[in-house]
């Protein structure tokens, strides 16, 4: 007779678990902040957005990842914001972008002034004024979170272009690799 006691009590907790769970998913899921919903506005705006990034921010495939890092790129004294398009999956970052006024009023709108829309498992950050991105280089037979190599490119401003050019390309080992090769090559942002 005490067995339907324990297993009502065992199914109760788990109810109540599974009410606990949903609560704290539905309480988790935050609102995008102001930042994400203006840079969201502005990729859709831009006709320079590929179709393939704005079906993914449209449909809630992809995000503007709340991690948006302000520094001058430029150099112009003014910050300039690094955007990455995530689609919170294995795909990681999708797209990298950086928006600046350069050359502009600083109430003008902000421009991309480097768009990059066909990643996958993109990284991305500035150091030293610079924008740094890796990218997975992926061999046949390589897992998901471990690519052969990685390529990084680093990119800083050119006042003559006005845009962000590549001033340094190198291949690192990946998390399982072993090569390395270091090359410079000046050649235009995409």
């Known amino acids: 007779m005490r067995r339907p006691r324990i297993v009502i009590a065992a199914l109760a907790a788990l109810a109540l678990a599974a009410v606990a769970v949903l609560a704290l998913s539905v309480g988790s899921s935050a609102q995008p902040s102001k930042s994400q919903q203006l840079f969201r506005k502005t990729l859709l705006d831009d006709a320079k957005t590929t179709s393939a990034i704005k079906k993914l921010l449209r449909d ?4 503007v990842a709340p991690e948006i890092e302000f520094a001058d790129l430029t150099g112009d004294g003014r910050t300039d914001a690094l955007v990455r398009v995530d689609t919170g999956g294995a795909a990681g970052a999708v797209a990298i972008y950086v928006f600046s ?4 009023a600083e109430d003008t709108p902000l421009r991309a002034v480097y768009r990059s829309q066909q990643l996958y498992r993109a990284k991305a950050e500035i150091v030293d004024g610079a ?11 390589d897992d998901v979170c471990c690519p052969g190599k990685l390529i990084e490119r680093v990119y800083t401003w050119s006042d003559s272009a006005s845009r962000l050019v590549l001033r340094n390309s190198q291949e690192l080992p990946g998390p399982t690799g072993t090569t390395t090769a270091t090359t410079t090559m000046p050649q235009p942002a995409r």
């Not at 809630?60 to 995000?63: A, E, F, P, T, V």
């Not at 006024?101 to 502009?104: A, E, F, N, P, S």
């Open 101 to 104: 006024t350069d050359g502009k």
């Open 131 to 141: 924008l740094n991105v890796r990218v997975a280089q992926y061999r046949s037979g």
């Open 60 to 63: 809630r495939g992809g995000i």
